[in-house]
């Protein structure tokens, strides 16, 4: 049965309750009527009908419209609550290893491997929310940012203990990736955390995809944001451009996110 994204299916139930025909909903959503007919079938079995109850997001109406009867497969293996894990992975810090592991130690004689796991996660999660993906071309971009936490540094003759920052650059294309400590978030350290890793690259990407920190955007704007003075210096000096990403927007710079959270763990 082809999967739809959760809000066609809330928008057929709105319909149903309507009083449209399964075809009329199908010619209005622009998919098959036996998807539409089957979708219905689910929600009646799983009790539910417009207007959806309040809180229920796309991850619990996926949960309760593609819940397996009985909590076993064909194989007799448990399900994972794919819902359940998908709100433990927003939570800081949080792995899907480690949430295998709970899940492991749950089910040590009917459970999954980890790499069927994950691979059983990826699928569902993909039904959530279709986004489109990104193609980047060798040595186009480079997405630069610093990750979220910081990393104690003990000096080993007077105890003192100190917070540096953790400054991460991943090239688009192949996700090689630079990453450097230095005390502060500040204009010198910004800029010289570039050099040291455009060096290290051993090149020059078109464009530096940067998060809107003080230090090098002056202004965070969705249309014309004001590039500081200095950091549009160095970037004419490299033959760059500097392009922020959109403020609210981390999807622009999804490689270093990706990158940072990688760090991190």
Not at 58 to 80: I, N, Q, S, Y
Request: glycine share 10%; proline share 5%; net charge positive.
């Amino acid at each position: 049965m082809r999967r739809l994204p959760m809000r066609k299916i809330a928008d057929a139930l709105r319909m149903k309750a309507g009083g449209l025909s399964t075809r009329q909903i199908a010619a209005s959503l622009n998919i098959g009527q036996s998807t539409v007919s089957e979708y219905l079938k689910r929600a009646q079995r799983a009790g539910l009908s417009w207007p959806l109850p309040d809180g229920l997001d796309d991850a619990a109406l996926e949960h309760h419209l593609f819940a397996p009867v009985g909590g076993k497969t064909r194989r007799g293996l448990a399900e994972p609550d794919w819902a359940a894990v998908h709100r433990e992975l927003k939570r800081k810090g949080v792995t899907l290893s480690l949430i295998w592991e709970e899940y492991r130690a749950a089910h040590p004689n009917d459970g999954y491997g980890y790499s069927r796991f994950c691979e059983l996660y990826r699928r569902w999660e993909g039904r959530l929310s279709p986004t489109m993906r990104q193609h980047h071309v060798a040595g186009e971009r480079v997405f630069v940012d610093y990750a979220g936490d910081t990393v104690e540094v003990v000096d080993g003759e007077t105890g003192e203990v100190r917070s540096a920052q953790i400054f991460v650059g991943v090239l688009g294309a192949s996700n090689y990736t630079y990453v450097e400590a230095s005390w502060t978030q500040s204009l010198p350290d910004w800029i010289g955390a570039h050099v040291r890793m455009l060096e290290f690259f051993g090149g020059v990407p078109e464009r530096i995809v940067s998060d809107n920190l003080k230090a090098g955007v002056t202004k965070a704007c969705f249309f014309e944001p004001r590039i500081n003075r200095t950091y549009a210096d160095m970037a004419a000096h490299y033959g760059t451009a500097i392009l922020p990403a959109r403020p609210y927007k981390p999807r622009d710079k999804a490689k270093a996110e990706v990158g940072v959270l990688l760090v991190v763990r």
